[in-house]
């Protein structure tokens, strides 16, 4: 029988169900909870894997990594982790761990991860990495460790890696930290915007030009390509690029060289391409609209960045850090009370991280007190103005109202646990929570015009009226302002 496996973990819970897993799996499990005993364990014996947690009583887990690998350099070592920042998961991946795992962890994958481990025996040592480095990407929710994981896996090459998401997820800053961290970060990090520039521009501005290829080209003009030598290029919005552009682009990443728009030799190019869409892909291709050899160049390493609402519980560290940064920018210091807090995790951020952050930039702006509470929270969802503030409105006054119909349930749940109604009150005072805003949304739609939102709700407007009256919903704030939506 093979060597057991060694599991250092401080978290009994925890060690029963990974045990117990593993014993499953036919595999025997020494387990310890402290570094000194770990040593003392490996200095005595052998074994096919080290699990270890990072935060234990007596020190942590990665620092003193080197200790145990350089008892047993062929263990492999996979890292337990509870606190799920990027800075953990590059420290990890630096210490030339085998796997990384955020807590909670899928007990599945990380049986197959130790099972894979044992058979690989040698696990690859990676470079260690500078100090100092700022990581700026904020949230420990599990949709966006998956993302921490995957830009772990692409810092010790120079993979093309496809970030997809939503406008505002942080696409453009998951490429900044790929830069930053990976093998490239002393080099320049050169990003285009596609949807930014001309379309009879973008080869000129990719490839550059030489002088006179072109009305205007008066000066040869180094393209981004070249500007990013040695270091990182970010191709933004790359579902928007042109046809003849991406043929050329193709070329480019095909051959590793480029050519000046007129210009005779082809210039080899050495920089690491990053590519982001908010666009689903597959369709375009469909259509023709993209190429679909394009699309498998890009698409080496492909990371998804989920929308904000997926992750909700990261709203709140989001937003002391906007405070924070819109203070180091200079505006009020402002701290957020907790409630507070709670209420931003209600709304529907549809523009994701970027409209949060320029909610949080304007609050801080006109807050008056030090402590950011819920009612200044409230006035500003309000005063945001638009057909989503509506809904963020009547949610801020109690009420989730559900962004999809599909969410309904989950809407009313929150809306139970949050307004806990006592019993014998439910029916009415749910009725009436859902009757807020889905007047506040009729009324938005219309313009504020009663008698439109009552034909369209199929209800008598003398019942609209008196509703309104009651529910204290003011329709005269509906009637003026416009429906475009904030940013
Ligand atoms: N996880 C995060 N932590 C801290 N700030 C973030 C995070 N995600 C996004 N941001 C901030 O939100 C703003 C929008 O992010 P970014 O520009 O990277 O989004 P994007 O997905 O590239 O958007 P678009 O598709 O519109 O180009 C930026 O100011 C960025 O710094």
């Not at 978290?11 to 005993?37: F, M, W, Y």
């Not at 990371?303 to 505006?331: K, M, T, V, W, Y």
């Not at 549809?350 to 009612?375: C, P, S, T, W």
Request: one cysteine or more; proline letters at 5%; a negative charge.
């Amino acid at each position: 029988m093979s060597d057991p496996v060694l599991l250092v973990e401080d978290d009994i819970s925890i060690a029963i169900v990974i045990t117990t897993a593993l014993e499953d799996e036919g595999l025997k499990v020494v387990r310890c909870d402290t570094i000194a005993e770990r040593d003392r364990l490996l200095g005595a014996r052998t074994f096919s894997l080290m699990l270890t947690d990072v935060v234990l009583k007596d020190g942590d887990g990665i620092e003193t990594i080197d200790v145990a690998r350089n008892q047993h350099p062929d263990m492999p070592i996979i890292i337990l982790s509870a606190q799920n920042t990027l800075d953990t998961a590059v420290r990890a991946t630096d210490s030339g761990a085998f796997e990384y795992f955020p807590k909670p962890f899928d007990l599945d994958e990380l049986i197959h991860a130790v099972k894979q481990g044992i058979g690989s025996s040698a696990a690859p040592v990676m470079p260690t990495q500078d100090e100092g480095m700022a990581l700026p990407l904020v949230g420990r929710s599990p949709a966006m460790q998956a993302v921490y994981r995957m830009i772990t896996r692409v810092l010790r090459n120079d993979l093309t890696v496809l970030i997809l998401g939503e406008s505002g997820t942080g696409k453009e800053l998951v490429a900044e930290a790929i830069h930053q961290l990976g093998g490239r970060g002393r080099g320049p990090f050169v990003a285009i915007n596609t949807a930014a520039i001309p379309a009879e521009l973008i080869e000129s501005e990719l490839f550059g030009h030489e002088k006179g290829a072109f009305t205007g080209a008066v000066n040869r003009h180094i393209g981004k390509f070249e500007q990013a030598q040695g270091g990182t290029l970010f191709l933004d919005e790359i579902g928007d690029m042109p046809m003849q552009a991406q043929t050329r682009l193709l070329r480019a990443l095909q051959s590793g060289m480029i050519l000046r728009v007129g210009g005779r030799e082809e210039v080899p190019f050495d920089a690491r391409i990053i590519a982001a869409t908010n666009k689903d892909l597959a369709p375009m291709i469909a259509e023709g609209t993209f190429r679909e050899d394009l699309y498998y160049r890009l698409n080496v390493v492909p990371i998804q960045l989920p929308p904000l609402r997926e992750r909700g519980e990261d709203i709140a560290a989001l937003s002391r850090h906007f405070l924070n940064q819109a203070a180091r920018d200079g505006l009020p210091v402002h701290m957020l009370s907790d409630g507070a807090a709670d209420l931003l995790c209600l709304q529907q951020w549809r523009g994701n991280v970027r409209e949060l952050k320029n909610f949080i930039y304007r609050v801080a702006l006109m807050a008056r007190d030090d402590v950011i509470d819920e009612q200044t929270i409230r006035s500003a969802l309000v005063e945001d103005g638009g057909p989503l503030r509506h809904e963020r409105a009547a949610v801020a006054s109690g009420v989730a109202m559900a962004d999809r119909g599909d969410d309904l349930a989950g809407a009313l749940g929150r809306w139970l646990t949050a307004n806990s109604p006592a019993s014998g009150e439910i029916y009415a005072k749910a009725i009436a929570a859902f009757e807020k805003p889905l007047f506040a949304h009729m009324l938005d739609t219309t313009g504020g015009n009663q008698l439109r939102a009552a034909q369209m709700l199929g209800i008598n407007r003398n019942t609209l009226r008196k509703r309104l009256v009651e529910l204290e919903i003011d329709p005269d704030g509906f009637a003026a302002k416009g429906h475009s939506a904030a940013n």
